[in-house]
């Protein structure tokens, strides 16, 4: 059964308007002029227990409303949710203790002059963790997050990087059966941000959470994720793989090639000539070409290295975002 089922979600806000000048703020005060806005129109997809799914889309597009929907901090106007048998919005704590929503590069808080072993015993307190369950736990994280060094230490003496290595530790020291990763990389540097990705992959394989991860850096999409939902205006616009996405919207492959030739090919027999230098050129091949184009390559010229590379994920999604999708792509085509 599906850890997560959303049937038709919708989301309506009621904003207030009104029409510039003195008059028109005054009269207000008496009476408001409000106007609709959908934020979630019509969305439908389910999750299964222990994947990790990308939740991508631009900006104002609905993922952290859809976020806020599902861990129950808004009530729908619309559609149903069921998230490990439960209605979010309910706020059950035996619901709210399988859960976590983490948001950006969060550290951790409370007093600084707490130690981080302190904080942590603190949260055992809230989510009634038992002290087999905490001691086991805590190890794990400790391993994870390499804490060992940071456990005795004061809140006020870490670094960034050593408070969001404790924050993710308070975060999931109750066993989260469901992550909620809204922008986890964002704003950090370039080893938190590996540090995070490589966490995430791991707290996945030894624990078996399911994992919904949204973010703008496409790398980190790349990086954990083979589905991925991609939502515009509120919309599920697509539902399937990654790669399958890739693939129909970016129908070219990059080749590049190295030759021990004396002089070039006549590199414009091959395909679409990107750039060239002295025995070297990248060339731009339809994917479905790319095997005779090898072939040819390998029987005509002395090859010295050859690579086959996609365009940049973060291409295709720009592309989609301004563009749209394909037909055949479209709701949920897999």
């Known amino acids: 059964m599906p850890i ?13 308007v009104r029409t510039e000048g003195l008059k028109a703020a005054f009269g207000s005060l008496f009476r408001r002029t409000y106007r609709e806005i959908q934020a979630i129109q019509q969305l439908s997809f389910t999750l299964e227990e222990g994947a ?3 939740f991508i889309g631009p900006n104002g597009a609905g993922k952290t409303t859809t976020l806020k929907l599902l861990t129950g901090i808004l009530h729908p106007t619309g559609g149903t949710i069921e998230i490990l048998g ?3 919005w ?4 035996a619901f709210l203790k399988q859960i976590a929503l983490i948001r950006g590069s969060q550290p951790i808080g409370g007093p600084t002059e707490l130690t981080v072993l302190d904080s942590l ?3 055992q307190l809230l989510y009634e963790v038992s002290e087999a369950d905490f001691l086991k736990n805590l190890a794990e994280l400790t391993e994870m997050l390499d804490l060992e060094p940071l456990l005795q230490r004061q809140i006020r003496t870490l670094s960034l990087g050593e408070r969001l290595r404790c924050g993710l530790a308070l975060s999931l020291l109750y066993r989260p059966r469901l992550l909620f990763l809204d922008e986890p990389t964002l704003g950090l ?3 938190a941000v590996n540090m995070m990705r490589g966490f995430i992959a791991r707290y996945n394989q030894q624990t078996g959470a399911t994992i919904l991860l949204t973010s703008h850096y496409m790398i980190d999409v790349e990086a954990l994720c083979k589905r991925v939902l991609l939502i515009d205006h509120g919309k599920l616009a697509y539902d399937g793989s990654l790669e399958a996405l890739s693939a129909a919207l970016s129908p070219y492959k990059l080749l590049k090639v190295t030759t021990h030739e004396a002089s070039d090919p006549l590199w414009n027999n091959y395909g679409d000539v990107v750039e060239t230098e002295a025995k070297r050129a990248s060339l731009r091949i339809r994917r479905e070409q790319v095997p005779a184009i090898i072939a040819r390559l390998l029987t005509d010229v002395s090859v010295a290295d050859l690579t086959i590379e996609d365009p940049p994920l973060e291409h295709v999604i720009d592309q989609v975002y301004r563009e749209g999708l394909p037909l055949q792509l479209q709701r949920g085509k897999r």
């Not at 997560?4 to 207030?16: N, R």
């Open 121 to 123: 015993r603190f949260q």
């Open 52 to 54: 990790i799914v990308g």
């Open 4 to 16: 997560i089922t959303v049937d038709t979600l919708c989301m309506t806000y009621k904003t207030p």
């Open 90 to 93: 309910r706020r059950e704590p």
């Open 86 to 88: 439960r209605q979010p």
């Open 189 to 191: 540097d370039v080893t």
